[in-house]
């Protein structure tokens, strides 16, 4: 069966490049009819913490990824202990007394020398007695796996194609830290080969780490997973995506009016597409469906918010249903400090879904149906002092008189009438129209909102703006 991870650190908020990393793990998972599992990596105590956590996990089921199997790396020591102990015991591990000042020291020695640095491998070779009276001193250490000397690994990256990395640059390098506890590159490996894990996908960064985690393996004798390192995403400057760049993470996208739907499907064209379509438009179904490593490019994705934003627009008009819309639109409008019934709130939306792009944007936009009273731009003032938008008012408010209804029909006929009877251009009625309903020359239609808003709403921003000039 296979098995895939997503196995973040909750160090920060979930970066659309890990989201990305996670969205292509849990396709690959679901295509297969296999097991995604979600592993919180949180040995590094001082930058770990739970709010973070709580979030990442918040963000990751907000996006719609759902995990089979879920471990904390922080609950398994026991387990990392145990392994390290087998590593001393069958040779691939020892215990290194060395001080932070001598491994300072052989640093700056290589520095001075002009070559790359590499721990030297002084206490590879101590004796079993020295080391037990180091331990008996109480003399901390770190253990350190035992880099075979001349060794090239070499491994076939399911996206990069077949890579080789020179072992012996890497030095003997710590897996449990003088604190006991354990460094990356060694847990990664346990848990992924206790877990069952078939296949890593991750960020490329993570390339250079791989040889090392391929010596655990085959020293412990575990079968080496496959790999697919994803290529980075970068900022349309071409350089990598970063919080330069703006935001940067998936909160933020939610906060800003976003669908996870929308959000889900941008970021699988992030370094993805099915061949032989230019569609780009896909359900979850859809993707899980459609997804194969073999397509995903190996060269760097640029991300595009303009693309993203567009994308958004297409859901919002085309792709979710109007309760949907309405249940997202809900809360962010009571975040502006508004509020309506639901039934209302539908039909604006019905009538202007085509208009925004984003919920954030779309409550700005139509703020002029949910508010009490719309207040007025410099340009609004300014028409609606005008002699001819005054009787333009006042002969709107006498016919609406005359009518039973109100509705975006009746507007434009009412319309018509004024500007003949009053003999001037289509465009002056419409303007003070709308000025006097939006306080704005710009925006949502006055035929829309004759549509929806209540008639006796419309009269009361008549009679106000005729009030105030
Ligand atoms: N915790 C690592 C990271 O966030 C995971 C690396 C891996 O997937 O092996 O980059």
Same mark, same amino acid.
């Given at each position: 069966?296979?098995?895939?991870?997503?196995?973040?650190?909750?160090?920060?908020?979930?970066?659309? #490049?890990?989201?990305?990393?996670?969205?292509?793990?849990?396709?690959?998972?679901?295509?297969?009819?296999?097991?995604?599992?979600?592993?919180?990596?949180?040995?590094?105590?001082?930058?770990?913490?739970?709010?973070?956590?709580?979030?990442?996990?918040?963000?990751?089921?907000? =996006?719609?990824?759902?995990?089979?199997?879920?471990?904390?790396?922080?609950?398994?020591?026991?387990?990392?202990?145990?392994?390290? *102990?087998?590593?001393?015991?069958? %040779?691939?591990?020892?215990?290194?007394?060395?001080?932070?000042?001598?491994?300072?020291?052989?640093?700056?020695?290589?520095?001075?020398?002009?070559?790359?640095?590499?721990?030297?491998?002084?206490?590879?070779?101590?004796?079993?007695?020295?080391?037990?009276?180091?331990?008996?001193?109480?003399?901390?250490?770190?253990?350190?796996?035992?880099?075979?000397? %001349?060794?090239?690994?070499?491994?076939?990256?399911? $996206?990069?194609?077949?890579?080789?990395?020179?072992?012996?640059?890497? %030095?003997?390098?710590?897996?449990?830290?003088?604190?006991?506890?354990?460094?990356?590159?060694?847990?990664?490996?346990?848990?992924?080969?206790?877990?069952?894990?078939?296949?890593?996908?991750?960020?490329?960064?993570?390339?250079?780490?791989?040889?090392? *985690? $391929?010596? $655990?393996?085959?020293?412990?004798?575990?079968?080496?997973?496959?790999?697919?390192?994803?290529?980075?995403?970068?900022?349309?400057?071409?350089?990598?995506?970063?919080?330069?760049? #703006?935001?940067?993470?998936?909160?933020?996208?939610?906060?800003?009016?976003?669908?996870?739907?929308?959000?889900?499907?941008?970021?699988?064209?992030?370094?993805?597409?099915?061949?032989?379509?230019?569609?780009?438009?896909?359900?979850?179904?859809?993707?899980?469906?459609?997804?194969?490593?073999?397509? &995903?490019?190996?060269?760097?994705?640029?991300?595009?918010?303009?693309?993203?934003?567009? =994308?958004?627009?297409?859901?919002?008009?085309?792709?979710?249903?109007?309760?949907?819309?309405?249940?997202?639109?809900?809360?962010?409008?009571?975040?502006?400090?508004?509020?309506?019934?639901?039934?209302?709130?539908?039909?604006?939306?019905?009538?202007?879904?085509?208009?925004?792009?984003?919920?954030?944007?779309? &409550?700005?936009?139509?703020? &002029?149906?949910?508010?009490?009273?719309?207040?007025?731009? *410099?340009?609004?003032?300014?028409? =609606?002092?005008?002699?001819?938008?005054?009787?333009?008012?006042?002969?709107?408010?006498?016919?609406? *008189?005359?009518?039973?209804?109100?509705?975006?029909?009746?507007?434009?006929?009412?319309?018509?009438? $004024?500007?003949?009877?009053?003999?001037?251009?289509?465009?002056? &009625?419409?303007?003070?129209?709308?000025?006097?309903?939006?306080?704005?020359?710009?925006?949502? #239609?006055?035929?829309?909102?004759?549509?929806?808003?209540?008639?006796?709403?419309?009269?009361?921003?008549?009679?106000?703006?005729?009030?105030?000039?």
């Amino acid at each position: 069966m296979v098995v895939s991870r997503f196995a973040p650190s909750p160090t920060g908020y979930l970066h659309l #490049g890990n989201a990305r990393t996670a969205i292509f793990a849990y396709l690959f998972a679901r295509h297969h009819r296999g097991k995604f599992i979600l592993r919180i990596e949180d040995t590094d105590r001082e930058r770990s913490t739970k709010e973070f956590e709580e979030m990442l996990l918040e963000d990751l089921k907000w =996006l719609g990824l759902e995990w089979d199997e879920f471990y904390r790396q922080s609950e398994r020591f026991d387990i990392y202990r145990e392994y390290a *102990q087998k590593l001393l015991d069958n %040779g691939h591990a020892y215990p290194c007394f060395c001080t932070v000042e001598e491994l300072e020291k052989e640093r700056e020695e290589a520095e001075k020398k002009g070559i790359p640095y590499r721990y030297s491998g002084k206490c590879r070779l101590l004796s079993k007695e020295e080391v037990e009276a180091f331990k008996r001193e109480g003399k901390p250490f770190t253990i350190r796996f035992k880099v075979p000397d %001349g060794r090239v690994v070499v491994f076939e990256d399911l $996206i990069k194609g077949a890579i080789s990395i020179k072992v012996d640059d890497f %030095g003997d390098f710590v897996i449990v830290r003088s604190d006991g506890s354990p460094t990356y590159n060694f847990v990664v490996v346990i848990d992924d080969a206790l877990m069952g894990v078939t296949h890593v996908i991750r960020g490329e960064d993570h390339i250079p780490n791989t040889p090392k *985690q $391929i010596l $655990i393996y085959e020293a412990l004798g575990f079968q080496v997973p496959k790999f697919a390192h994803l290529p980075v995403i970068l900022g349309e400057d071409r350089s990598k995506l970063s919080k330069r760049h #703006g935001a940067v993470s998936v909160r933020n996208y939610r906060e800003e009016g976003y669908f996870p739907e929308a959000l889900f499907n941008y970021l699988c064209l992030l370094g993805w597409s099915p061949p032989n379509t230019e569609r780009e438009i896909f359900s979850k179904e859809e993707l899980i469906e459609l997804f194969r490593l073999e397509d &995903v490019n190996s060269s760097p994705a640029v991300f595009s918010k303009e693309k993203l934003r567009w =994308l958004n627009g297409v859901y919002i008009r085309e792709v979710l249903s109007l309760d949907r819309l309405v249940e997202e639109f809900m809360p962010f409008l009571e975040r502006e400090g508004l509020s309506a019934e639901k039934d209302y709130v539908r039909k604006v939306l019905e009538k202007t879904r085509d208009s925004f792009e984003t919920l954030k944007e779309g &409550v700005e936009r139509l703020k &002029v149906f949910f508010v009490e009273e719309v207040s007025y731009s *410099q340009e609004a003032i300014s028409l =609606l002092e005008n002699e001819n938008s005054r009787r333009v008012l006042e002969l709107f408010l006498h016919k609406l *008189q005359e009518r039973d209804n109100l509705s975006g029909q009746v507007v434009k006929e009412l319309a018509k009438e $004024i500007q003949k009877e009053l003999n001037l251009k289509a465009k002056d &009625v419409w303007h003070t129209l709308r000025a006097s309903l939006t306080g704005e020359l710009e925006g949502v #239609g006055v035929d829309i909102i004759c549509d929806v808003m209540p008639k006796e709403k419309v009269i009361k921003r008549i009679v106000r703006a005729l009030g105030r000039f």
